[in-house]
């Protein structure tokens, strides 16, 4: 069974950055991988999406902001993200694309002043 290990979150003021990292237990190398999160009270949403050949689509509200990457010879995927805000508050996850069946623990990002 597919293992997924988030991290990197933290509490970030507004403005601040954080890079949050997703390794999975399986080789990544052939699938597309995205980040989700979670905020409190809302149903999880999709952040952003990595191809297979590094070809990266984001939701419209975090263009310019959010920058996923990968790493497949270490089965990790990346989130870099800039300029926070409030409403980023989320858990963040990471899962490939179609979703396995499992989901990792998640990450809490906390933006407040």
């Known amino acids: 069974q597919v293992r997924l290990v988030e991290s990197g979150g933290g509490l970030e003021h507004p403005g601040g950055s954080l890079r949050l990292s997703c390794t999975v237990s399986t080789s990544i190398s052939g699938e597309q991988m995205g980040w989700y999160r979670q905020a409190p009270g809302k149903q999880r949403e999709w952040v952003a999406h990595i191809t297979s050949d590094g070809r990266a689509n984001y939701a419209d509200s975090l263009k310019g902001r959010f920058t996923i990457s990968r790493d497949n010879a270490k089965n990790t995927v990346f989130l870099q993200m800039n300029n926070l805000k409030p409403e980023d508050t989320a858990v963040y996850y990471c899962?490939?694309?179609?979703?396995?069946?499992?989901w990792g623990q998640g990450t809490q990002v906390t933006v407040s002043s």
């Open positions: 899962n490939r694309i179609p979703i396995w069946s499992v």
